[in-house]
């Protein structure tokens, strides 16, 4: 899988654009665009027209090609699925703070199987 960052994108773009951009920064035709992700979009407002700003996650067809040829927006990516493991403590947690961090350790907690 390879990551493109810095793909600049109209407001209206759509699927097709995004594709067509994404193979012409890489100087590849479209046909060899396996799968496309997005993965970060945000607005560009720096210049008299206002952009979206996107890094996806693409599959091509001859990653390994693409990958030796050296352009700062083209990175390799190495997916780490994340695993919950399962606990059998019978202490109970308690988690202190309701902001993003400690919701998300709640939840973890109750994906582990604890209360």
Not at 67 to 73: C, E, Q
Not at 97 to 112: K, N, R
């Amino acid at each position: 899988m390879i990551r493109l960052q810095n793909l600049r994108l109209p407001l209206d773009y759509t699927e097709d654009t995004l594709r067509q951009a994404a193979a012409d920064k890489l100087h590849i035709p479209v046909s060899q665009i396996r799968e496309i992700r997005l993965r970060r979009r945000s607005v560009d407002a720096r210049r008299r027209e206002v952009t979206f700003l996107l890094t996806v996650d693409l599959t091509v067809q001859g990653e390994r090609q693409l990958l030796r040829r050296p352009h700062k927006d083209v990175l390799p990516v190495r997916e780490h699925p994340y695993r919950v493991m399962p606990c059998r403590s019978h202490v109970r947690p308690v988690v202190i703070g309701y902001g993003p961090g400690g919701m998300f350790a709640a939840y973890i907690l109750a994906l582990a199987g604890l209360r």
